[in-house]
């Protein structure tokens, strides 16, 4: 099995947000940067409208590979 494969899947995010990157305060669309206490923070997407740093943020999430992209619309 081959990096890649190995980083697909779910996991429970646990941590603080570090910042808010972006923010859609229409529809809680958010990008932030999550401190989960490892080397660096971690980029989470997602329906977060509450959102700001120094939160508690308790997240399912789907971990794709570094390049995977999504195909244009």
Known sequence: MDEANELRG?????GTVKSVIFQNEE???TVLRLDVGGDE???VVG????A???AGV?????VLP???RRPAR
């Open 10 to 14: 779910s996991l429970q995010l646990i």
């Open 58 to 62: 308790r997240r399912s999430a789907t």
């Open 27 to 29: 529809n809680g669309y």
């Open 41 to 43: 923070p971690v980029t």
């Open 52 to 54: 700001a740093p120094g």
């Open 66 to 68: 570094p390049d995977s």
């Open 47 to 50: 329906c977060l409208p509450f």
